[in-house]
């Protein structure tokens, strides 16, 4: 009988620090590299998958969480003077073009590129986070490449954008059949901040939410306040 009890409790022990163990899946600051591609004036105009003033907020929380969490992050762009143009001011608010070593490119698959891939695979992650525009043409290149030659693949559905919802979509379906995984602007900065008792990092992910997270960012603003009284 005692025997029985002992093995009980050391089952229910293992059980409880099992528990404990979070998923080798999810993202933390680090263990992947941010690659974020072509948010660029140009590249924005004819989106139609998402509204553009919402695909900027959604960009300015995955820079912004980037830069908190200290994620090793690469910056390309596309022909950024000859058609393509400025990238939004929401990633310049966080990675400003004279110290963060954008790499612009003329082909539309990043991983194509050679300074592009060299900036990628120097970082030394093995999990690689993209989101940028198009989700059809300049995403599904480098995801697909990158999943080709072994990474692990998150993609930021709605920190992407096409010229069509029916683009988008199919888009995002093509790599999530290769194995891509997407997630989301705020899935990505809450994954990243994990636990609220993590202070050094609370007040400017909820600042960074106040501004940029719509709804969400409300209501933290309005808890803030009314718990201060």
Known sequence: MKKLI??????????????????????????????????????????????????????????????????????????????????????????????????????????????AHKAITAKGKKTLVMGGLWTSVCIVGPVLSAINEGYTVYVITDASGDVSKEAHDQAVTRMVQAGAHPITSIQYLLELQRDWARGETYKPVTDLVKKYGGAYGIGIQYAHEMLAH
């Not at 990633?91 to 590129?113: C, G, H, Q, V």
């Open 6 to 115: 002992l093995s009980a409790l050391v089952a229910i022990a293992s059980l409880n620090s099992f528990a404990q163990k979070p998923s080798p899946l999810l993202l933390t600051p680090t263990n992947h590299t941010l690659v974020m591609i072509d948010y660029e004036s140009q590249m924005a105009f004819p989106v139609q998958s998402i509204t553009v003033d919402q695909l900027r907020n959604n960009t300015a929380i995955v820079a912004g969480a980037s830069k908190i969490f200290k994620v090793p992050t690469v910056v390309t762009t596309v022909a950024e003077k000859s058609f393509s143009g400025p990238v939004f001011p929401e990633l310049l608010e966080f990675y400003p073009k004279a110290s963060s070593n954008y790499i612009d490119r003329t082909t539309m698959n990043t991983w194509e590129d050679v300074n």
